[in-house]
Each structure stands twice: as C-alpha cells, then as structure tokens.
C-alpha cells in the first residue's frame, strides 16, 4: 500500500512538474528524441548485420570459426573421443575392483 501511496504522490508531483516546466521540458524531449533514433538504429543495423551474416553461406568463414569441419576431421575427432571413453572405462572398472 505504501508503494501505491509514494506512486501515486510521484506521478502527481511529475506531472506538476510537466505542467510547471513544459518549455524545458519538451526541450530537453525533443533532443533526446534524435539520440534515441541514432542509437536504437544503430542497435538495429547491428543486430540485423548479425542476422544476415549467419546467414549467409560462406563455407571458409565458417570453416575458419570451426563451425563446418572436414568429413575426415569429424572422424578423426569422433576416433578421439572413442578412445578417451574407452580409457574411462577402464579406469572406471578398475577402480570399481580395487
């Protein structure tokens, strides 16, 4: 209730203010107003460059970041991970007859 209360008295006490300073006031909104249209366009051309890069199918910048790899490097990886699962296991076995 005391949120309410101390809200309601904010809201009443900005509006007053509106009231009493709307010449500053609708200055200091109409050069805010630019400020948040170059920064909000630039968040969005940002954002949307991001979208449209992914997209893009560029087989060598995605090789490069190791997203697409080889046929023979996805074996020799998947070989890899066989044999350390192996050794676990058998760590694992002999640590459980210990």
Same mark, same amino acid.
């Given at each position: 209730?005391?949120?309410?209360?101390?809200?309601?008295a904010?809201?009443? /006490?900005? #509006? !007053?203010?509106? !009231?009493?300073? =709307?010449?500053?006031?609708?200055? /200091? !909104?109409?050069?805010? !107003?630019? #400020?948040? *249209? *170059? #920064?909000?366009?630039?968040? +969005? +051309? $940002?954002l @949307?460059?991001?979208?449209?890069? &992914?997209? *893009?199918?560029?087989?060598?910048?995605?090789?490069?970041? @190791?997203?697409?790899? =080889?046929?023979? @490097?996805?074996?020799?990886?998947?070989?890899? $991970?066989?044999?350390?699962?192996?050794? *676990?296991?058998?760590? #694992? &076995?002999?640590?459980? =007859?210990?």
């Amino acid at each position: 209730m005391k949120v309410f209360v101390g809200g309601v008295a904010a809201a009443f /006490l900005g #509006l !007053i203010g509106v !009231i009493a300073f =709307s010449g500053q006031f609708f200055n /200091l !909104i109409a050069g805010a !107003i630019p #400020l948040v *249209l *170059l #920064l909000g366009g630039a968040m +969005a +051309a $940002y954002l @949307g460059y991001d979208e449209v890069k &992914e997209k *893009l199918p560029f087989p060598k910048n995605r090789e490069a970041e @190791g997203e697409v790899g =080889s046929e023979a @490097g996805v074996k020799e990886e998947a070989e890899k $991970y066989r044999q350390e699962v192996e050794r *676990l296991k058998a760590e #694992l &076995e002999k640590a459980k =007859s210990a």
